[in-house]
């Protein structure tokens, strides 16, 4: 059983210079000589797992008249009390690769070879006479976002009354003339949509004042039903499995005051993750059943291992994710002269986050892996 531990992700962006240099996803047409020893090196990647982890926070805000919501407008379902608190919407995960410092490989060609070589900034091969743009990332922290939010604040309608009802000393007469005044507001709309009203206006007009009759009764009755408003925020934590398990390990917490927080903030709820290796990786074998062996001069990838990232939030499952995994795997290799044939190189593409084949075929034949 293969276990994982949590690193810092600065740690492993952290790796050895290469002898080939890049600036981002670039490819550079290679030629061996006595210069690089007709090779070059190159880095296998470690697999890193990214939980995604979106929460949602509500702020309810009272009406000043929410006792009074069910006696005078037959309301229950009021807001009665400020209160602010985050539930956790989602988990979600993806991989992506970074390079290995201790699997550093060297392509080995003959003189005079030319071979397009596709290198991550970190020095990852990602394709060979392929150019391919590598599309995975580490997501960011996403800044909170506005998801449900009202109409009108209990400040804005508080602002808003009319003189006779602040004139009121007692809260309980104010609430009663707000709610004459939301009764008086819907039988005008009424009298203009059956046509009973004094003076009844055409097409724009009419439009304009069933839309102000609307932002009155809303203002009013915010001052009992109160507010709720919700916002979401993202933030992504990695992982970088290893040979060690993980029970239920703390991810992050959510807070009811703060939001998503570190697992070491204890006035948050835990978000565990668990690990579990769902398959070995195996050397390829022959016609025989027999392994085959790895060429001295190959070019070496990694044949990944699958692993399985589980989480809960309050006892209940929030994600079951699988996925490939470069440190639960193997190397195995591809013969140089594959890529050098003057009449007709193969190409071949590797993926970012496990270095493993992903295509391996010529311009003329279809996908091989």
């Known amino acids: 059983m293969r276990i994982y531990r949590c690193i810092t992700l600065g740690a492993l962006l952290a790796a050895s210079m290469l002898s080939l240099t890049v600036s981002g996803q670039s490819t550079r047409k290679f030629t061996a000589n006595k210069s690089n020893d007709y090779g070059l090196v190159y880095s296998l990647p470690t697999t890193v797992a990214d939980f995604s982890v979106t929460a949602r926070k509500t702020v309810s ?14 309301l229950t379902n009021v807001v009665m009390k400020d209160s602010q608190k985050w539930d956790l919407v989602r988990v979600s995960a993806s991989t992506h690769g970074v390079a290995n410092s201790e699997q550093q490989y060297q392509m080995q060609f003959k003189q005079g070879q030319q071979v397009d070589i596709s290198c991550a900034e970190d020095g990852r091969l990602i394709g060979i006479n392929v150019i391919k743009a590598e599309d995975v990332a580490v997501a960011k922290d996403v800044a909170e976002k506005s998801v449900k939010q009202a109409d009108v604040s ?12 602040l004139a009121s000393q007692s809260v309980s007469k104010r609430a009663e003339l707000a709610a004459q005044q939301i009764y008086r507001i819907r039988q005008s709309r009424n009298d203009y949509m059956t046509g009973e009203a004094d003076q009844m206006p055409d097409g724009e007009a009419m439009k304009i004042i069933m839309q102000r009759l609307d ?36 991810l992050c917490r959510i807070s009811d005051y703060s939001g998503i927080v ?18 070995s990786a195996t050397m390829p074998v022959n016609e025989k059943g027999e392994e085959k062996k790895v060429g001295k001069d190959a070019i070496i990838y990694n044949i990944p291992g699958r692993v399985a990232a589980t989480a809960r939030y309050k006892g209940q499952s929030v994600l079951n994710y699988e996925f490939a995994c470069a ?7 591809l013969e140089p002269s594959l890529f ?24 003329s034949q279809g996908t091989e892996e």
Do not use: W
């Open 61 to 74: 805000k009272a009406g000043p008249y929410c006792n009074y919501a069910e006696k005078y407008l037959g």
């Open 154 to 165: 209990v400040e804005a309608a508080l602002s808003t009354q009319s003189g006779d009802i």
């Open 340 to 363: 050098t044939d003057k009449k007709q190189p193969m190409r071949a593409t590797f993926s970012p986050a496990t270095g493993a084949v992903e295509v391996l075929t010529t311009s």
């Open 327 to 333: 440190q639960v795997g193997i190397q195995f290799g």
């Open 215 to 250: 932002e009155q009764e809303r203002s009013l009755m915010v001052l009992f039903t109160g507010t709720v408003e919700q916002a979401e925020a993202t933030k992504v934590f990695s992982f970088t499995p290893d040979e060690n398990e993980v029970k239920d390990h703390v």
């Open 262 to 279: 570190d697992r070491t903030d204890l006035s948050g709820e835990p978000v565990y993750v668990s690990f579990a290796l769902l398959e």
